[in-house]
């Protein structure tokens, strides 16, 4: 899988001045749009659309201080459609425009060219199983957060903290299937996963009962789920299963993920400062 990521890597490279389809990329990589959005996103800590710009924005300092080619010429080959917004992009990116950049020659920024390896412990194993789920519905509360990348999100934590206790209690009373309890569900991601996306944010539980009055249901269809187990300090263990997931275990197996919600199972102790997670992710057949 990696190898395969890294020829879509260099495809990237040779085309920075066309129009990238991420199908083309995902042929290249072996995989599904969806998974290599995924991979990538977890792999590089940010999303492809932003490692694309920002190599474009790149290659265009390089080129705005050699001054051979106009401001709107170096525009136009990285793909903006005017001046102003190649200039809005570029101080976005350099902390200055690139007229004055031209003028002073100030240093600029500069994303460097991203290759991925896998390297190998072996001092530890990763504790799943792969489930073939009927279809379920998520019963709970349902709120729209930002999606970050890093650190607490601190909407979820607001939207948590502000729910009723009673209908959390009501609700937990209904999980009568796995993944059992109250669970958070993230659903509805935009493709890109850039940092401030918006999502669906489910706080329920997996249950066949009606759904209580004030509650709101999300339909998920049959299909194949990779899950995962760890036990460790809070929040640092859940973190870390997240990393090792897509940095060891996708590469590793014939799987890759598919278009779902992704389900999050925490228990902490009475301190919280240690935590049982089980984290649900929909994924199919890497051939399949």
């Given at each position: 899988m990696l190898e395969r990521l890294n020829q879509a890597m260099e495809h990237i490279e040779r085309h920075l001045d066309q129009d990238l389809d991420v199908a083309e990329l995902a042929r290249i990589a072996a995989t599904s749009e969806h998974h290599l959005r995924r991979m990538f996103s977890a792999l590089a800590g940010m999303p492809l659309s932003e490692y694309v710009r920002r190599r474009r924005l790149t290659l265009a300092g390089a080129e705005v201080l050699v001054g051979r080619e106009t401001l709107l010429e170096i525009a136009?080959?990285?793909?903006?459609?005017?001046?102003?917004?190649?200039?809005?992009?570029?101080?976005?990116?350099?902390?200055?425009?690139p007229g004055e950049a031209r003028r002073t020659g100030a240093a600029l920024n500069s994303q460097s060219r991203m290759a991925f390896r896998l390297t190998i412990e072996g001092s530890s194993s990763m504790r799943y199983r792969v489930v073939d789920k009927a279809d379920f519905t998520v019963v709970g509360l349902k709120t729209r957060v930002p999606l970050?990348?890093?650190?607490?999100?601190?909407?979820?934590?607001?939207?948590?903290?502000?729910?009723?206790?009673?209908?959390l209690e009501r609700l937990e009373k209904l999980s009568d299937q796995e993944p059992h309890g109250i669970v958070a569900v993230c659903?509805?991601?935009?493709?890109?996963?850039?940092?401030?996306?918006?999502?669906?944010?489910?706080?329920?539980?997996?249950?066949?009962?009606?759904?209580?009055?004030?509650?709101?249901?999300?339909?998920?269809?049959?299909?194949?789920?990779?899950?995962?187990?760890?036990?460790?300090?809070?929040?640092?263990?859940?973190?870390?299963?997240?990393?090792?997931?897509?940095?060891?275990?996708?590469?590793?197996?014939?799987?890759?993920?598919?278009?779902?919600?992704?389900?999050?199972?925490?228990?902490?102790?009475?301190?919280?400062?240690?935590?049982?997670?089980?984290?649900?992710?929909?994924?199919?057949?890497?051939?399949?």
């Open positions: 136009v080959r990285c793909g903006y459609s005017s001046g102003e917004a190649f200039a809005r992009a570029f101080r976005a990116m350099h902390g200055i425009g970050v990348h890093a650190g607490p999100n601190q909407a979820i934590m607001d939207f948590v903290h502000g729910s009723d206790p009673q209908t659903d509805g991601m935009d493709p890109s996963r850039a940092e401030g996306t918006e999502l669906d944010y489910y706080h329920g539980v997996i249950t066949s009962a009606a759904p209580p009055e004030g509650t709101t249901t999300l339909p998920v269809p049959a299909g194949t789920w990779a899950v995962f187990t760890t036990s460790g300090p809070a929040p640092q263990a859940i973190q870390e299963l997240w990393r090792d997931v897509f940095t060891e275990w996708f590469p590793s197996n014939p799987y890759r993920t598919r278009t779902g919600p992704e389900i999050l199972r925490t228990r902490l102790s009475p301190e919280k400062t240690e935590a049982d997670a089980e984290l649900w992710l929909p994924v199919e057949p890497e051939h399949g």
